[in-house]
């Protein structure tokens, strides 16, 4: 069983950054896959970034290629999300995700914990 929960989220300015963490509980975090997703109203949670247990490997939403940075901590059971040159589009809730595997997941229906989720706001 894994617990994750979402922080940093906030209001910023379009062009601004914010970094997203998720702080897992569970010993074995470290053999978790790790993805971060977002939802805008109305819409399906879209996939934005994976990485795989060793975070050696990840994987961009072409969105948000070379402005979102997906990284993680296995000392600190927590995973980042680095959000650079932010636009008013990238305004959702943002959730990370953990998936028992290894690899890079970009299917929600493969993860099997998600956090809370975190409002993310930039303003134009």
Do not use: H
Request: hydrophobic share 35%; aromatic share 12%.
């Amino acid at each position: 069983q894994v617990q994750l929960v979402e922080s940093g989220g906030g209001l910023v300015q379009a062009g601004g950054s914010l970094r997203l963490s998720c702080a897992a509980s569970g010993r074995t975090f470290s053999s978790y896959a790790m993805g971060w997703f977002r939802q805008f109203p109305g819409k399906e949670r879209e996939f934005v970034a994976a990485i795989t247990w060793s975070g050696i490997g990840t994987y961009y939403a072409d969105s948000v290629k070379g402005r979102f940075t997906i990284s993680r901590d296995n000392a600190k059971n927590t995973v980042y999300l680095q959000m650079n040159s932010l636009k008013p589009e990238d305004t959702a809730v943002y959730y990370c995700a953990a998936a028992n595997t290894i690899g890079i997941i970009t299917t929600k229906q493969r993860y099997s914990y998600w956090g809370q989720g975190t409002q993310v706001t930039v303003s134009s």
